[in-house]
């Protein structure tokens, strides 16, 4: 039997599997997250029918060399690669969808393994747990603080839970900071106000008012009231200017709240040292700590993959931190289905840590990240493995042709 018909039978079979790879990538055009398959050959064992050999040495008169004569018998497929280069972003109007800028995957986990994706479709199951909405697996991130505040990625990572119909205990103000500027031009005797909120112990907002009077050349007294009662100052508070700039004070003064429908009094520390004197017109912004009682009304996540609930009351809250895995080659990764993959031998084990950091994209929220499989660029492939296939199927037809006049030689 020929051997041209072999390595054609070869080329036949594995330019099918080029274009099973090109059908696959193209169903997946629209898949959140998949990443394209590229098909690599290689050539398979050659028949040598004469060795190289080596000229004669030091002699003008010898033989020369000769090349190796060798027959191939055909190509195999060398590899079915991943490549994955960053989809393009497409904005959902949904704050639940994020996606990865840059390299990295989400981890996911169904309680006993982790798996990884780069789909972001995330949301909240019946447990309050976020879950990604195209396989149900839960989203891995860690849960520990430190002392400081900081995230412990030294603890185990676990599954992020959303207390969702939890409340939030209201907070009762303790310090007070105002911004802004006090017009210089304002003639003595002059006034200007602004009213911050405060809470009490039980959560009620209490509306304080500031009055900033001008009693000098650079000199401003503060007084406050809630309504039509005056409040205290302790110490009494004269605000003085140089050039433009507070001159800095020993203490922060205390504003005494009175007690009212069941909660005690109690003081707020006044911080005025952002508070400026210039040619402009007054405009002074007073904020306080401290909050109304809330309830969970969503959770947000930022570009660093930190993950808050959001409260009626616009407090949010600090409740985990996504895990970002990178891998030092990622294209060892093992698809597993549903644009999961998971880790082999050859990728290298996962290194999980913030996003941002390290080979690791940030996160954008209200975004998903689409298929990155490029329609021109397999429209050419699928043309290149159909004249592949045609030229093989051209070979057998030939060697048949062949073998056909070789029988009739012998009619």
Do not use: C
């Amino acid at each position: 039997m020929l051997r041209s018909m072999f390595a054609a039978i070869s080329g036949l079979k594995n330019h099918q599997t080029f274009l099973d790879v090109i059908g696959n990538n193209l169903a997946n055009v629209n898949t959140v997250g998949y990443k394209a398959s590229r098909v690599t050959f290689q050539d398979i064992l050659s028949q040598t029918m004469r060795g190289a050999s080596g000229g004669e040495q030091g002699t003008s008169t010898g033989v020369g060399g000769t090349n190796a004569i060798q027959i191939g018998l055909g190509m195999a497929l060398a590899g079915v690669d991943n490549i994955f280069t960053a989809g393009q972003l497409e904005a959902t109007n949904n704050s639940n969808d994020l996606a990865l800028q840059g390299d990295g995957f989400f981890v996911l986990t169904d309680g006993s393994r982790n798996f990884y994706s780069r789909d972001g479709s995330f949301g909240i199951d019946t447990a309050g747990i976020l879950t990604n909405m195209s396989s149900g697996l839960r989203l891995v991130g860690w849960i520990t603080q430190t002392a400081s505040g900081a995230v412990d990625t030294t603890a185990l990572p676990g599954m992020i839970t959303v207390p969702t119909g939890g409340g939030l205990a209201s907070a009762q103000s303790t310090k007070a900071k105002t911004t802004g500027n006090l017009d210089s031009a304002t003639a003595v005797a002059g006034t200007y106000s602004t009213t911050m909120t405060v809470y009490d112990s039980l959560g009620n907002a209490r509306n304080i008012t500031l009055t900033f009077t001008k009693s000098a050349t650079n000199q401003w007294d503060v007084t406050a009231d809630e309504g039509a009662t005056s409040l205290t100052l302790t110490p009494a508070v004269t605000l003085t200017f140089t050039d433009g700039t507070l001159s800095p004070s020993a203490s922060l003064p205390t504003v005494t709240i009175p007690t009212s429908g069941g909660a005690a009094a109690f003081d707020v520390n006044l911080d005025f040292d952002s508070i400026t004197q210039m040619a402009k017109e007054s405009s002074i912004l007073a904020t306080s700590n401290g909050a109304a009682p809330g309830s969970i009304t969503t959770y947000s996540v930022s570009s660093n993959g930190e993950v808050r609930a959001v409260y009626s009351n616009g407090v949010s809250q600090w409740i985990g931190q996504l895990a970002i895995a990178s891998f030092a080659n990622p294209t060892g990764l093992v698809k597993q289905g549903s644009t999961l993959w998971d880790s082999s031998p050859n990728s290298g084990v996962p290194e999980l840590g913030l996003a941002g950091t390290g080979q690791r994209g940030q996160i954008a929220p209200g975004f998903l990240e689409m298929s990155n499989v490029d329609l021109a660029q397999e429209f050419t492939n699928m043309i290149i493995a159909s004249r592949g296939f045609q030229a093989n199927s051209r070979v057998i037809s030939t060697a048949d042709q062949m073998l056909q006049d070789l029988v009739n030689l012998i009619r």
